[in-house]
């Protein structure tokens, strides 16, 4: 049973909802002039330098030995190189509002992979909610052709790496690291990994500059001070609740597709976003315990 969440880490929710939410937009804005890799390694590289700085300036305490490397290299990988990467390459053809919708799923191959991994027997809450989760998706869809069904693979893909991130960021509280140097490491690793690739591609000339805010806004507020929250909000109510911002960030980029992007939120887009979200609040199973 999730613990309860405190007032603080409630107020901490809502600022990281607005935070990932506004990522779609971003990534949309930026997608006009820079390539999905060059995206990514540009918000992760962004976000390090800020990271780095705020560490430096707190005099935080940094993570020592190979079990601490291990663990951030694979946060790197599994909640920034995969899912960032799949997202981007998704948004090339797919609304932000929609991404932030299919993006919802995480919490659902949470409990799938709680089951594989731990053997945790999902209660009939939490077997209603995968099936609603499930159905929105199929509903969302509503019967698409092959090539919109790619984007759609992919976002899922992205979720699956959330999901695996989730069961792999158990190692940072069991590895003592504190959660800005977590976040610090993570997308340090990120950018460096990610490097290589990113510079391949070549680097294009510098993009205009509403593409340019684009970037610093994805590196520094949805990444940089997105994590350094996320990860206080694991430390101050674990990691089960802080699963809970993905209920608040689709209605956070709707919102900002609709505002900034003019998108349009078709009915069948609604109401996979209402299963989802059903499903989610079931999976979560609080309110209806209440």
Do not use: K
């Not at 390539?35 to 940094?62: D, F, H, M, T, Y």
């Not at 799923?105 to 945790?120: H, N, S």
């Amino acid at each position: 049973m999730p613990e309860m969440i405190p007032p603080r880490a409630w107020a901490l929710l809502l600022g990281l909802a607005v935070l990932w939410g506004g990522s779609f937009l971003f990534t949309a804005l930026a997608l006009r002039d820079v390539g999905p890799v060059l995206i990514v390694w540009s918000r992760v590289a962004i976000a390090a330098v800020a990271l780095w700085a705020v560490v430096a300036a707190l005099g935080v305490r940094l993570p020592r030995g190979r079990a601490a490397i291990v663990t951030l290299a694979g946060m790197a990988v599994l909640n920034n190189l995969i899912p960032f990467t799949l997202i981007a390459l998704a948004q090339r053809s797919m609304p932000a509002g929609l991404a932030s919708i299919l993006n919802a799923t995480t919490p659902v191959w949470g409990v799938l992979l709680a089951l594989v991994f731990f053997g945790e027997r999902p209660g009939a809450l939490r077997l209603a909610g995968m099936v609603c989760g499930v159905l929105g998706v199929v509903v969302l869809m509503g019967g698409p052709s092959a090539a919109e069904a790619f984007p759609v693979a992919l976002i899922l893909g992205a979720t699956l790496s959330y999901a695996l991130s989730g069961l792999w960021a158990r190692r940072v509280a069991r590895d003592g690291i504190a959660p800005l140097a977590a976040a610090a490491g993570q997308v340090t690793a990120s950018a460096l990994l990610l490097a290589p690739v990113a510079f391949w591609q070549g680097v294009p000339a510098l993009p205009p500059m509403d593409t340019v805010l684009a970037l610093l806004g994805l590196g520094l507020a949805s990444t940089a001070l997105a994590y350094a929250i996320f990860f206080r909000i694991i430390a101050l109510a674990g990691g089960q609740n802080v699963m809970l911002v993905t209920l608040l960030i689709p209605p956070v980029a709707i919102l900002l597709g609709i505002l900034v992007l003019g998108e349009a939120v078709l009915a069948r887009h609604g109401a996979g976003l209402v299963l989802i979200l059903a499903g989610l609040a079931l999976i979560d199973g609080r309110v209806f315990r209440r």
